[in-house]
């Protein structure tokens, strides 16, 4: 059930077995958040958030905390009846490799998988993390037009290093073979956005 989404959840740290808490996010969470996005923002890996954007935004988010510390925290965000990304996916520096990060994507893939979502996508730098937790590496081409719209404020626009990755949660509804079936019908701005072409893998640095 929808409802189901709005409890706290307690689950123990893989590595650490620390006991966290996932739940999601409310508005008193926003100056963490922005923090936490902002830093990786500022080592060009993220975009950058402003405490307006994080204010419309938060209902899309989910946050791993550890007492009153922030560890984690990603974002659901719907694009298509059938089509979400998950995003703004940050894990602190000393949290890292404790299993933050997967307790994140899980916790995203499930609400997607309650709300009867098709698909997630991601971009990420970390193709193997995904891998690890059930997404593949697609073409850019069979993304929503309107995934690229916060992508236009990224200065890599014009040669993004980002690789798209895409987890499958009906397959009776989704084809990639087929995507015209659920991008949406393009609206006049969307038009006007041109796909950028992404760098060869041999050329995108390491992280």
Same mark, same amino acid.
């Given at each position: 059930?929808?409802?189901?989404? %709005?409890? #706290?959840?307690?689950?123990?740290?893989?590595?650490? &077995?620390? *006991?966290?808490?996932?739940?999601?996010?409310?508005?008193?969470?926003?100056?963490?958040? $922005? +923090?936490?996005? !902002?830093?990786?923002?500022?080592?060009?890996?993220?975009?950058?958030?402003?405490? %307006?954007?994080?204010?419309?935004?938060? *209902?899309?988010?989910?946050?791993?905390?550890? &007492?009153?510390?922030?560890? &984690?925290?990603?974002?659901?965000?719907?694009?298509?009846?059938?089509?979400?990304? @998950?995003?703004?996916?940050?894990?602190?520096?000393?949290? /890292?490799? /404790?299993?933050? &990060?997967?307790?994140?994507?899980?916790?995203?893939? *499930? =609400?997607?998988?309650?709300?009867?979502? +098709?698909?997630?996508?991601?971009?990420?730098?970390?193709?193997?993390?995904? !891998?690890?937790?059930? %997404?593949?590496?697609?073409?850019?081409?069979? $993304?929503?037009? /309107?995934?690229? /719209? #916060?992508?236009?404020?990224?200065?890599?626009?014009?040669?993004?290093? =980002? @690789?798209?990755?895409?987890?499958?949660?009906?397959? #009776?509804?989704?084809?990639?073979?087929?995507?015209?079936?659920?991008?949406?019908?393009?609206?006049?701005?969307?038009?006007?956005?041109?796909?950028?072409?992404?760098?060869?893998?041999?050329?995108?640095?390491?992280?």
């Amino acid at each position: 059930m929808i409802s189901g989404l %709005f409890a #706290d959840s307690f689950v123990e740290a893989p590595f650490t &077995g620390q *006991r966290l808490t996932v739940r999601k996010a409310v508005m008193r969470d926003i100056p963490l958040v $922005l +923090d936490l996005i !902002n830093a990786y923002a500022a080592k060009g890996i993220m975009l950058p958030r402003t405490e %307006f954007e994080m204010s419309e935004a938060i *209902r899309d988010f989910v946050v791993v905390m550890h &007492g009153p510390e922030l560890l &984690g925290c990603g974002a659901l965000h719907f694009y298509s009846p059938g089509v979400g990304e @998950i995003r703004s996916l940050a894990v602190h520096e000393h949290a /890292k490799t /404790k299993g933050v &990060g997967r307790i994140l994507v899980e916790s995203l893939v *499930r =609400e997607a998988d309650l709300y009867e979502l +098709d698909v997630v996508f991601a971009f990420t730098y970390v193709v193997e993390f995904f !891998n690890r937790v059930g %997404f593949h590496v697609v073409e850019r081409g069979v $993304l929503p037009l /309107k995934a690229w /719209k #916060d992508c236009l404020r990224c200065s890599k626009f014009s040669a993004c290093d =980002e @690789i798209a990755v895409l987890r499958v949660l009906r397959p #009776d509804r989704w084809s990639e073979s087929q995507p015209q079936m659920w991008v949406h019908t393009a609206s006049a701005d969307d038009q006007f956005i041109q796909i950028p072409t992404p760098l060869p893998l041999t050329e995108i640095p390491s992280k």
